[in-house]
C-alpha cells in the first residue's frame, strides 16, 4: 500500500517457500531497499538498484514493507 516514490524497506515475504525464492531470485529479499516507481490499483512498478520490476496484486500484497 506504499504510495509512488515512497523509498521502503522489505520486512517480510508472507507466502510459501517458491514464493519468496521467486522474489529473492529477483533481488527482494528481507532488507533490501526499493522504490515504489509506479502504483495503480494493486500493480506495482519497483526499482531495485538499477532494475524495474514489475509486480502483480497478488504478488505485491505478500510483501510487508516499512517506510524507510
Do not use: F
Not at 517458491?18 to 526499482?47: C, D, F, P, W, Y
Not at 531495485?48 to 505478500?62: D, F, N, P, S, V
Request: positive net charge; glycine residues 14%; without cysteine.
Amino acid at each position: 500500500m506504499a504510495r509512488e516514490g515512497t523509498r521502503v524497506r522489505i520486512h517480510k515475504l508472507v507466502g510459501g517457500k517458491g514464493l519468496e525464492m521467486r522474489l529473492t531470485s529477483l533481488g527482494l529479499n528481507v532488507g533490501s531497499e526499493i522504490v515504489v516507481a509506479l502504483h495503480q490499483g494493486g500493480k506495482l512498478v519497483v526499482l531495485r538498484e538499477e532494475t524495474r520490476l514489475a509486480l502483480g496484486a497478488g504478488m505485491a500484497h505478500k510483501i510487508l514493507v516499512v517506510e524507510r
